[in-house]
């Protein structure tokens, strides 16, 4: 049974948020001006009560939460997520595009370094909302301490438009990080998750040295590229001859993955003649 402080701080917590919501903005920024400490009151768990307002998906009462970086950073202390981090995964995509103008919101981060940047590539935002993002090189290689940055993040999403933006970001795709307990760089994600034009871009970038690094099981960007069995793909690999010869860590070249991923039965020459 809840004692009877527990009760009361509860009772406090919904109490003020009840009130917020039926004042509205107003409401709220006459509590920021005049009793700020009433947002830092929290339910059981910790939960502030700008925790939430922001959860709420009310533009009108987000709004004004937005310029206030000491109410968004609230929690941060108690070992939670903080206020930001609940604002963007709880807001509009509309809302989103206001956040995204706002760098020093986005480097907010949690114990784990998981910023509110990571927070908006992991979630189903716009594709305009992302590609903001990536055109950032600084927040694409913000890095949590499980080294998953936000460009690693943004690869995985698998949207075509995402994944031939972070094509062109050069140097972004070396970047190595740590996804699904493997380490892998973002070429690697992208390879893995990649359209059929993605992993063209990929090729016709003709970075050798990119499409032969190994991830923490030992395989290259080509050779997970060249397993993907498209049609069009394999024709651009046996374009590049170079290619072709790239080994990973356990021997195999990317014509003879090629040709596992073929149905076998073809030599090197054949598949360079096949297409």
Known sequence: MMSMQRFAK??????ICDDIRVGGAARLAEIISKEPQKLRVADEFNFTVAHCIAGTGSEELQRVLLDHMCI???????????VAHELAA???????????????????SLENGWSVAHEIASRHASVEAKMRLIGDDKLLKLQAKDRRSVA???????????????VGKGDVLRLVGRVMGVEASVAHELAAMGSQEVLMALLKGND?????????SGRTVIGIIAERGFE???????????????RDRNGLSTWSIMEAHNGGGHSHQELQLRY
């Open 10 to 15: 509860a009772s406090e917590f919904t109490s």
């Open 72 to 82: 968004l950073k609230l929690g941060l202390e108690n070992g939670v997520r903080s």
């Open 90 to 108: 709880n807001c509009s995509d509309s809302f989103l595009l206001r956040m995204l103008d706002r760098s020093d919101i986005l480097r907010i």
């Open 152 to 166: 690693h993040i943004l690869a995985v999403n698998g949207l075509n438009e995402v994944g031939m933006g972070l």
């Open 208 to 216: 050798i040295q990119m499409l032969g690094m190994l991830n923490g």
């Open 232 to 246: 069009e793909v394999r024709r651009e690999i046996c374009g590049h001859g170079m290619l072709l010869n790239i």
